[in-house]
């Protein structure tokens, strides 16, 4: 019967989120709120900003009702429910001031900072599995959320790329959990997810008529870097690796270039793999739906390396095996297509 409610609870985000993108649409037409082309962006027409309040606005209610539904097994975890709804509603109205007026980079971090640390030390276990210190965990654990909730934010620059990342993450964790553990929360959760991106994209798909913005973007890498943090924390650290491996990767490879070279980290830019590919001529719809292909590989391979079978070798082969997908996509975004000329 639980399952029954999350899946119904499921299409409802689903369709609600449609609606509300929509009215949100219609919002940013009436006040003129929308994301001019710039030298940086991988669209070239004024485009309506702002659908993350419509997918937030659906998230959090669906977010604390399956919380209630399958309630937490001690009074701490009662607290968190409220605590990282809470915390999310903060960042998303930070991120809508930074949508609008640009907020600086190290108000959004120390922000940002507070709400990881609010929420880290509801996790389960630790992330690293006792192959590290109690508090190296912690601290590492702190940099790896905030590095995903940044590199979700930079890695939405071209139609249907976030909503199609928060689709195969969500129901990645989902079946995980109803194949390998009992049901709670945190499962239903990430189906909600996967379910609002489905709204989403229906308005986000190329061309766009609507864009995520901070608004969106900074949430939903809050609110999935604590589910993957919670899977790894549950033992299935391979899986957490695996499911967003191609974001990992393409994020941080580009960080590490630009460092490499003495440029402004947090500064915008166009060398991430995807706008690469955008501009060797691979329109949008492409591009996502190469992501889309490869992630459907992902998933596959991070529900095998939580089988009971999959011995300590076989993890890594399957990691071997993800990495060698992602690679295969980076190289069709670097040397596929031809080059645009201006």
């Known amino acids: 019967m639980t399952v029954s409610y999350i899946i119904i609870t499921a299409f409802f985000v689903a369709g609600i989120t449609w609606c509300l993108v929509g009215y949100s649409f219609k919002l940013s037409l009436r006040y003129k709120f929308f994301d001019h082309p710039n030298w940086r962006s991988s669209h070239t027409q004024t485009t309506s900003l702002g659908a993350g309040i419509g997918v937030v606005a659906t998230v959090l209610p669906a977010w604390l009702f399956l919380s209630f539904l399958l309630p937490p097994q001690n009074e701490s975890l009662e607290v968190f429910r409220w605590l990282i709804v809470i915390c999310t509603i903060v960042l998303t109205v930070v991120s809508f001031l930074d949508d609008l007026r640009d907020l600086s980079p190290i108000s959004r971090l120390l922000l940002q900072s507070g709400a990881v640390i609010a929420c880290i030390e509801f996790l389960p276990g630790p992330v690293f599995q006792g192959l590290i210190g109690s508090i190296p965990d912690t601290i590492l654990s702190v940099v790896i959320w905030l590095w995903f909730i940044n590199l979700f934010n930079f890695m939405d620059g071209i139609d249907g790329i976030a909503g199609v990342q928060t689709l195969s993450i969500g129901l990645g964790i989902y079946l995980i959990g109803a194949i390998n553990m009992p049901f709670d929360a945190s499962h239903g959760q990430a189906l909600v997810l996967a379910a609002a991106a489905i709204g989403f994209l229906l308005w986000n798909w190329h061309p766009a008529r609507i864009f995520l913005g901070d608004v969106g973007s900074i949430p939903l890498g809050f609110l999935l870097g604590w589910l993957l943090l919670n899977l790894a924390s549950n033992g299935f650290w391979q899986a957490a690796l695996i499911l967003p491996l191609y974001y990992l990767v393409d994020s941080t490879w580009t960080l590490i270039q630009r460092i490499l ?75 596929g297509g031809q080059k645009k000329t201006t």
């Open 261 to 335: 070279r003495g440029m402004i980290v947090w500064k915008p830019h166009k060398e991430h793999f995807y706008q690469l590919a955008v501009s060797r001529g691979r329109s949008h719809s492409q591009v996502s739906s190469a992501i889309g292909v490869a992630n459907i590989a992902l998933v596959c391979l991070a529900i095998f390396s939580t089988m009971p079978f999959a011995s300590f070798l076989l993890k890594w082969i399957l990691i071997g095996i993800a990495a060698i997908v992602v690679g295969v996509l980076l190289a069709w975004m670097v040397f």
